[in-house]
């Protein structure tokens, strides 16, 4: 079993940019499909970017394509996302998430192994 650290997020003001990163524990890590969802407050928790076991594959939910971009490291357990042009609206706890699985998943019940969060809150 895979277990997920984020770390990046904090306060940035609209416009700017932050890179959130999930390390994970485990040996199984190349074989993870891996995702980030966000939940901001009153909201259901989306999709924003799922990739990949080595990284060919990407998908990305609608209101983020052209700026943020996910990555992976395999051979340092660790998954990204850049994050451009961010806007107030996109304040969240942004989650990293994973799956035992090869093919993406675009649901937040599609992945079984969840990080703890981490928030990002964008100025205005």
């Known amino acids: 079993q895979v277990q997920l650290v984020e770390s990046g997020g904090g306060l940035v003001q609209a416009g700017g940019s932050l890179r959130l990163s999930c390390a994970a524990s485990g040996r199984t890590f190349t074989s993870y499909t891996m995702a980030w969802f966000r939940q901001a407050p009153g909201k259901e928790r989306e999709l924003v970017a799922t990739?990949?076991?080595?990284?060919?594959?990407?998908y990305y939910g609608d209101s983020v394509k052209g700026r943020f971009t996910i990555s992976r490291d395999n051979g340092k357990n660790t998954v990204y996302l850049q994050m451009n042009s961010l806007s107030p609206e996109e304040t969240a706890v942004y989650y990293c998430?994973?799956?035992?699985?090869?093919?993406?998943?675009?649901?937040?019940?599609?992945?079984?192994?969840w990080g703890q969060g981490t928030q990002v809150t964008v100025s205005s």
């Open positions: 998430a994973g799956r035992h699985y090869w093919a993406l998943g675009t649901n937040s019940y599609d992945y079984d192994t």
């Open positions: 990739i990949g076991w080595s990284g060919s594959r990407t």
